[in-house]
């Protein structure tokens, strides 16, 4: 196992390389259109501190760093499910691995984001990011993928500076459930002893493990924030994410207005007030020394809503974050120069990555319904398992049929087709599930739609499989297309959801 304190001094001697950045915005190259949000902003006489700018095309990322010189970039990753245990095997790893450093290099980027969370797990897929299960072991596999991504990029980094970029790991959302054994901030404090990453705290994440787990039954909002800043790793903290929250379109809105709404992670939908709340709660903790940024995550939001609501956090919150920041910088230990190598971390022995695998499949089996909830991930949970029921009747069927590409919009011959035999599309979603399947190619999930619709035709409808076949065409090479396209433009409604 390695020093903490090693760790710490680790991650203290990156810190540095990282500068005061303040407020900014999580941003989204297609959606809305980057070019005219930053021109926008610029009328009203706003510049954002630095944009963080999710996984795009290497072409439309070098489009992006030409186009704003004079702002800062740092990257949302997406794809690395460093919460597997068997991630590393995956053929595609590599290619990944070496596709996300050259677009951190392209735009030079302070650091990498990403959400421990994974769209993938033992052969099942995802549209949407789901959390990992909350068990020592799996933060221990999670360190570890960390440890491996991180001293790629101190080989392979290639910033003018002569820095690498720092692994950010941000804490997820809960969708209606939380699955594990350990608390969510032990979790986290587990990973920061292993590997000295940053993290990123997203307020309405951590308003939805309120909702989610026991917490929002036993206790007041704010005392909550309170106990889990002080077990939280704050002292990693680099950056803060706010976003809206919203009810999700598969969940009908109660009528009457009793306790606290079901809302989930929405970046199109308005910031609540009661984010900026727990904002003002957390910059105030003393624990929180490394903060360099804050960014409002504002992808596939109206460039209106944007304007607006930057604006008036930059003005209610910038002096407290210039504040904050200032105040971390005093209490930096002073160090030596000399650099440090990455710390070795320990590998994870093929048992116990065995064991998390077993783990990761019952889960999967689980969140899609495919069996009962038990096991000692769930036992805080089965108290009200209508979190995980409406993940798997509502949500989770939701994806499969609409999300990310509506199939009745993408194979409308096709769906005629299959009515007219009596094939319903839900039964399209028990298709998906059935059983585990190997990856064919790097995270995708609009390609992986087609993939599977076109199998699932074959078996329900043989002679409608060639009027699906040549839809299919259609959409792989119109992908191929608006992936191709140079100029940041919106693309056709696919995957560009968080
Ligand atoms: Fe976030």
Same mark, same amino acid.
């Given at each position: 196992?390695?020093?903490?304190?090693?760790?710490?001094?680790d991650?203290?001697?990156?810190?540095?390389?990282?500068?005061?950045?303040?407020?900014?915005?999580?941003?989204?190259?297609?959606?809305?259109?980057?070019?005219?949000?930053?021109?926008?902003?610029?009328?009203?006489?706003?510049?954002?501190?630095?944009?963080?700018?999710?996984?795009?095309?290497?072409?439309?990322l070098?489009?992006?760093?030409?186009?704003?010189?004079?702002?800062?970039?740092?990257?949302?990753?997406?794809?690395?499910w460093?919460?597997?245990?068997?991630?590393?095997?995956?053929?595609?790893?590599?290619?990944?691995?070496?596709?996300?450093?050259?677009?951190?290099?392209?735009i030079?980027?302070?650091?990498?984001?990403h959400?421990?969370?994974?769209k993938?797990m033992?052969?099942?897929?995802?549209g949407?990011?789901v959390?990992?299960?909350?068990?020592?072991?799996?933060?221990?596999?999670?360190?570890?993928?960390?440890?491996?991504?991180?001293?790629?990029?101190? +080989?392979?980094?290639?910033?003018?500076?002569?820095?690498?970029?720092? #692994?950010?790991?941000?804490?997820?959302?809960?969708?209606?459930?939380?699955?594990?054994?350990?608390?969510?901030?032990?979790?986290?404090?587990?990973?920061?002893?292993?590997?000295?990453?940053?993290?990123?705290?997203?307020?309405?994440?951590?308003?939805?493990?309120?909702r989610?787990?026991?917490?929002?039954?036993?206790?007041?909002?704010?005392?909550?924030?309170?106990?889990?800043?002080?077990e939280?790793?704050?002292?990693?903290?680099?950056e803060?994410?706010?976003?809206?929250?919203?009810?999700?379109?598969?969940?009908?809105?109660?009528?009457?207005?009793?306790?606290?709404?079901?809302?989930?992670?929405?970046?199109?939908?308005?910031?609540?007030?009661?984010?900026?709340?727990?904002?003002?709660?957390?910059?105030?903790?003393?624990?929180?020394?490394?903060?360099?940024?804050?960014?409002?995550?504002?992808?596939?939001?109206?460039?209106?809503?944007?304007?607006?609501?930057?604006?008036e956090?930059?003005?209610?919150?910038?002096?407290?974050?210039?504040?904050?920041?200032?105040?971390g910088?005093?209490?930096?230990?002073?160090?030596?120069?000399?650099p440090?190598?990455?710390?070795?971390?320990?590998?994870?022995?093929?048992?116990?990555?065995?064991?998390?695998?077993?783990?990761?499949?019952?889960?999967?089996?689980?969140i899609s319904g495919?069996?009962?909830?038990?096991?000692l991930?769930?036992?805080?949970?089965t108290?009200?398992?209508?979190?995980?029921?409406r993940?798997h009747?509502?949500?989770?069927?939701?994806?499969?049929?609409?999300?990310?590409?509506?199939?009745?919009?993408?194979?409308?011959q096709?769906?005629?087709?299959?009515?007219? +035999?009596?094939?319903?599309?839900?039964?399209?979603?028990?298709?998906w599930?059935?059983?585990?399947?190997?990856?064919?190619?790097?995270?995708?999930?609009?390609?992986?739609?087609?993939?599977? #619709?076109?199998?699932?035709?074959?078996?329900?409808a043989?002679?409608?499989?060639?009027?699906?076949?040549?839809?299919?065409?259609i959409?792989?090479?119109?992908?191929?297309?608006?992936?191709?396209?140079v100029e940041?433009?919106?693309?056709?409604?696919?995957e560009?959801?968080?």
């Amino acid at each position: 196992m390695p020093d903490s304190n090693f760790v710490q001094q680790d991650f203290q001697h990156r810190l540095r390389n990282i500068p005061l950045l303040g407020m900014g915005l999580s941003v989204d190259v297609y959606s809305p259109n980057l070019f005219e949000l930053v021109s926008r902003l610029k009328k009203r006489g706003l510049q954002p501190g630095y944009l963080e700018v999710f996984k795009a095309t290497t072409t439309a990322l070098s489009t992006v760093r030409q186009a704003v010189p004079d702002i800062s970039l740092a990257y949302h990753g997406e794809g690395l499910w460093i919460t597997q245990p068997d991630v590393q095997a995956s053929p595609f790893f590599q290619q990944d691995l070496d596709e996300m450093v050259t677009q951190l290099n392209t735009i030079q980027s302070l650091w990498l984001n990403h959400e421990c969370a994974m769209k993938q797990m033992a052969g099942y897929s995802f549209g949407t990011y789901v959390p990992p299960l909350y068990t020592r072991l799996s933060a221990e596999v999670v360190a570890a993928n960390i440890a491996t991504v991180q001293q790629v990029m101190d +080989r392979q980094g290639r910033r003018a500076d002569g820095t690498a970029p720092l #692994f950010l790991l941000e804490m997820p959302p809960l969708t209606y459930f939380s699955a594990g054994t350990i608390p969510i901030p032990h979790f986290f404090r587990l990973i920061a002893g292993l590997v000295p990453c940053g993290l990123v705290l997203d307020i309405g994440h951590l308003w939805t493990v309120y909702r989610y787990t026991d917490a929002c039954r036993r206790i007041a909002l704010e005392r909550f924030v309170g106990a889990f800043l002080d077990e939280f790793p704050l002292e990693r903290v680099i950056e803060i994410h706010v976003a809206g929250l919203a009810y999700h379109e598969s969940v009908s809105k109660p009528k009457g207005g009793e306790g606290l709404p079901e809302w989930i992670d929405a970046h199109a939908a308005p910031i609540p007030s009661i984010l900026f709340c727990m904002l003002e709660q957390v910059l105030a903790h003393p624990n929180l020394v490394s903060l360099r940024a804050v960014a409002l995550e504002v992808d596939t939001k109206s460039i209106e809503m944007i304007v607006e609501e930057y604006a008036e956090t930059v003005r209610r919150f910038s002096p407290i974050v210039q504040q904050t920041m200032a105040g971390g910088t005093a209490v930096e230990q002073p160090m030596e120069l000399a650099p440090y190598p990455t710390s070795v971390q320990a590998p994870v022995c093929q048992s116990d990555r065995q064991q998390l695998r077993a783990d990761y499949t019952r889960y999967a089996k689980i969140i899609s319904g495919q069996a009962p909830v038990t096991g000692l991930e769930w036992q805080e949970t089965t108290a009200e398992a209508t979190g995980v029921a409406r993940y798997h009747t509502c949500y989770v069927p939701y994806e499969i049929l609409h999300w990310g590409g509506d199939l009745a919009e993408m194979f409308p011959q096709t769906c005629r087709a299959l009515a007219e +035999r009596g094939v319903c599309l839900t039964e399209f979603v028990a298709f998906w599930f059935r059983s585990p399947r190997p990856l064919t190619h790097s995270y995708d999930f609009f390609l992986l739609k087609i993939e599977r #619709f076109l199998e699932f035709v074959t078996e329900r409808a043989l002679d409608v499989r060639i009027c699906a076949q040549q839809e299919c065409d259609i959409l792989r090479q119109a992908y191929a297309q608006a992936n191709e396209v140079v100029e940041p433009v919106p693309v056709m409604e696919m995957e560009r959801t968080r």
